[in-house]
């Protein structure tokens, strides 16, 4: 069973930039799909950006898509998420979670293995 643990969140201001990742253990990391995810207080749980098993393949939640990106280095177990041009509304908690690849990938229940999370804030 692959476990998931988040790092690289913090206070930044408006427009800053920072990087997420997602180090995974356990076997077949390199066999699943990767989403992260994110949650603001008071909020449902938000679909940021999603990464097939090879990397070959990226998806977007239109809020983020232009600013952030993710990519995997499956020799690392990791999984990144650069985010740029920061803004308030990017305030959450983020979580990674893996999964096998479906359609429907923006869909919290469709993964299998979630980290704890890592607290980003922005400051305006």
């Known amino acids: 069973q692959v476990q998931l643990v988040e790092s690289g969140g913090g206070l930044v201001q408006a427009g800053d930039s920072l990087t997420l990742s997602c180090v995974a253990s356990?076997?077949?990391?390199?066999?699943?799909?990767v989403a992260w995810f994110r949650q603001a207080p008071g909020k449902e749980r938000e679909f940021v950006a999603v990464?097939?098993?090879?990397?070959?393949?990226?998806r977007y939640s239109d809020s983020v898509k232009g600013r952030f990106t993710i990519s995997r280095d499956n020799a690392k177990n990791t999984v990144y998420l650069q985010m740029s041009s920061l803004r308030p509304e990017d305030t959450a908690v983020y979580r990674c979670?893996?999964?096998?690849?479906?359609?429907?990938?923006?869909?919290?229940?469709?993964?299998?293995?979630w980290g704890p999370g890592t607290q980003v804030t922005v400051s305006s």
């Open positions: 979670a893996s999964g096998a690849w479906s359609l429907q990938y923006s869909v919290p229940r469709g993964y299998d293995a």
């Open positions: 990464i097939t098993r090879g990397g070959g393949t990226t």
């Open positions: 356990g076997r077949f990391f390199s066999s699943y799909a």
